[in-house]
């Protein structure tokens, strides 16, 4: 690197700041994550609006059902040629990922958020749900 | 509040506020002065007379930052030579802990993506690819509103430092002149720290023959809307300004943006397409849902899918 790069001069003082290139940064830069979701099937359902307009939060799960956070579509797998995340009998934790909303063409992966095996699935893929729906039953 | 760094006030000092000493006006010795002024100068800065003549076609992030107001979302930027994806960067940064404010820029994706995993051509030094890291502090019920706030901010940033004017295809592309400019791709972890990343792709500087085939009439650049190569720095500047300055909107008067969102919509009075559903698009909800006017009479709510316009087809 020349030592009067406007980048080299950054890195020295400010930390963040700075030009990086290609490389330099191979601490923090991962590996090529997983491509994104793909929905071949855009799914198009009525999804009424949500009932209050102040923020709140989710209703948190008492361990029998995984619920929906938002209004949005339900998809099981990250593409359609994907296995489904989560199967009747797939043991899950906190940190598995069961399902994508999909939301304002926003992709949220959601997360089981507790231990136990999913029991069955309520939601048919590609369909809308409703803000607290249940998700997935658990045993 | 962020410190700006030396290169930014300097920055700012010679485009804002030219001439007379600039090293008393920094508070520093007049030979860090002439030193940082000789670096700007080897990154392609044309200063006379201690006068900001000419900026690089280049993204330098204390360039940005420098003209951005203080206190605002924007808190970091990064900008990158060569990147996969500003969104896999951003959300790797974000699972590291980063702070909201985040921004990652690149000049070339090499996997620049949109939604359904298709390819975001990410040309190198002709557009704006970046992205945005979030936390916000509300219910995450609410969190798709982000996409109507970036959208909303890329199209008033574009209509602040160009000729163009920005349409809204509900809810995630940008359209100029008829052809898609800019497209947002929105993604989210929700754990112990949860995050969303609004990744913002932008055309600026392409001509036609840039684009594949496959793209043809389709994707548009501002160069093409307004014959003319634009500024990419000041575009990404005055996207940032609007982001700043709506992003505590989006918890307390998201309606107000909403508004903003109906007024430049492109499908706004159109029939269309979206999966199974069609009929009269009939402006937005109270999250920025499209309202759809169905054959039967029935008013529905979209909160997903891709709308697909069918000339101007009325019921």
Same mark, same amino acid.
């Given at each position: 690197?020349?030592?009067?790069?406007?980048?080299?001069?950054?890195?020295?003082?400010?930390?963040?700041?700075?030009?990086?290139?290609?490389?330099?940064?191979?601490?923090?830069?991962?590996?090529?994550?997983?491509?994104?979701?793909?929905?071949?099937?855009?799914?198009?359902?009525?999804?009424?609006?949500?009932?209050?307009?102040?923020?709140?939060?989710?209703?948190?799960?008492?361990?029998?059902?995984?619920?929906?956070?938002?209004?949005?579509?339900?998809?099981?797998?990250?593409?359609?040629?994907?296995?489904?995340?989560?199967?009747?009998?797939?043991?899950?934790?906190?940190?598995?990922?069961?399902?994508?909303?999909?939301?304002?063409?926003?992709?949220?992966?959601?997360?089981?958020?507790?231990?136990?095996?999913?029991?069955?699935?309520?939601?048919?893929?590609?369909?809308?749900?409703?803000?607290?729906?249940?998700?997935?039953?658990?045993? | 509040?962020?410190?700006?760094?030396?290169?930014?006030?300097?920055?700012?000092?010679?485009?804002?506020?030219?001439?007379?000493?600039?090293?008393?006006?920094?508070?520093?010795?007049?030979?860090?002065?002439?030193?940082?002024?000789?670096?700007?100068?080897?990154?392609?800065?044309?200063?006379?007379?201690?006068?900001?003549?000419?900026?690089?076609?280049?993204?330098?992030?204390?360039?940005?930052?420098?003209?951005?107001?203080?206190?605002?979302?924007?808190?970091?930027?990064?900008?990158?030579?060569?990147?996969?994806?500003?969104?896999?960067?951003?959300?790797?940064?974000?699972?590291?802990?980063?702070?909201?404010?985040?921004?990652?820029?690149?000049?070339?994706?090499?996997?620049?993506?949109?939604?359904?995993?298709?390819?975001?051509?990410?040309?190198?030094?002709?557009?704006?690819?970046?992205?945005?890291?979030?936390?916000?502090?509300?219910?995450?019920?609410?969190?798709?509103?982000?996409?109507?706030?970036?959208?909303?901010?890329?199209?008033?940033?574009?209509?602040?430092?160009?000729?163009?004017?920005?349409?809204?295809?509900?809810?995630?592309?940008?359209?100029?002149?008829?052809?898609?400019?800019?497209?947002?791709?929105?993604?989210?972890?929700?754990?112990?720290?949860?995050?969303?990343?609004?990744?913002?792709?932008?055309?600026?500087?392409?001509?036609?023959?840039?684009?594949?085939?496959?793209?043809?009439?389709?994707?548009?650049?501002? &160069?093409?809307?307004? $014959?003319?190569? @634009?500024? /990419?720095?000041?575009?990404?500047?005055? %996207?940032?300004? +609007?982001?700043?300055? !709506?992003?505590?909107?989006?918890?307390?008067?998201?309606?107000?943006?909403?508004?903003?969102?109906?007024?430049?919509?492109?499908?706004?009075?159109?029939?269309?397409?979206?999966?199974?559903?069609?009929?009269?698009?009939?402006? &937005?909800?109270?999250? $920025?849902?499209? @309202?759809? /006017?169905?054959?039967?009479?029935?008013? %529905?709510?979209? +909160?997903?899918?891709? !709308?697909?316009?069918?000339?101007?087809?009325?019921?």
């Amino acid at each position: 690197m020349k030592k009067n790069d406007l980048s080299v001069f950054k890195m020295e003082k400010e930390g963040f700041k700075i030009t990086l290139k290609r490389n330099e940064f191979d601490g923090i830069v991962p590996a090529p994550a997983p491509a994104a979701p793909v929905y071949a099937s855009a799914p198009a359902q009525a999804a009424p609006p949500a009932a209050a307009s102040a923020p709140a939060a989710a209703p948190k799960e008492a361990g029998k059902e995984i619920t929906s956070p938002m209004v949005g579509t339900f998809y099981r797998a990250p593409s359609p040629e994907a296995p489904a995340y989560a199967e009747p009998g797939t043991e899950v934790t906190e940190e598995t990922v069961v399902c994508i909303i999909e939301a304002m063409k926003m992709m949220n992966e959601i997360k089981a958020e507790t231990k136990g095996v999913i029991a069955e699935v309520l939601v048919e893929n590609g369909t809308p749900v409703q803000f607290g729906q249940a998700l997935f039953r658990l045993r | 509040m962020r410190p700006l760094s030396l290169d930014a006030r300097l920055l700012r000092l010679l485009r804002e506020n030219p001439g007379g000493d600039i090293a008393e006006k920094l508070g520093v010795p007049p030979e860090s002065a002439r030193d940082r002024i000789r670096v700007l100068r080897e990154a392609g800065y044309a200063i006379e007379d201690n006068r900001l003549i000419a900026a690089p076609d280049r993204l330098i992030a204390d360039d940005i930052l420098s003209r951005l107001d203080q206190p605002g979302f924007v808190r970091e930027i990064i900008v990158f030579e060569e990147t996969g994806s500003t969104n896999d960067v951003a959300a790797q940064l974000g699972r590291g802990g980063a702070a909201e404010g985040l921004v990652v820029f690149a000049e070339r994706q090499t996997s620049g993506r949109g939604r359904l995993g298709r390819r975001w051509e990410s040309s190198a030094g002709r557009g704006l690819w970046f992205s945005l890291l979030a936390r916000p502090q509300f219910s995450m019920r609410f969190w798709p509103r982000l996409t109507t706030w970036a959208a909303v901010a890329v199209a008033r940033g574009i209509e602040d430092s160009t000729p163009c004017e920005g349409k809204i295809k509900w809810p995630n592309d940008i359209y100029v002149a008829g052809k898609k400019a800019a497209g947002i791709l929105t993604e989210t972890q929700m754990d112990g720290n949860p995050f969303a990343v609004a990744g913002i792709g932008v055309n600026i500087n392409q001509e036609a023959a840039d684009f594949p085939d496959s793209l043809h009439g389709k994707a548009g650049s501002l &160069l093409m809307a307004a $014959g003319r190569p @634009l500024d /990419r720095m000041e575009i990404a500047a005055k %996207i940032l300004r +609007r982001l700043d300055a !709506a992003y505590p909107l989006i918890e307390s008067g998201f309606e107000k943006i909403v508004a903003e969102a109906r007024a430049r919509s492109f499908l706004e009075g159109r029939w269309v397409e979206i999966g199974s559903e069609q009929g009269v698009v009939e402006g &937005l909800d109270e999250e $920025g849902g499209l @309202l759809l /006017r169905k054959p039967d009479g029935r008013l %529905i709510t979209l +909160r997903g899918g891709e !709308a697909t316009p069918a000339g101007e087809k009325r019921l």
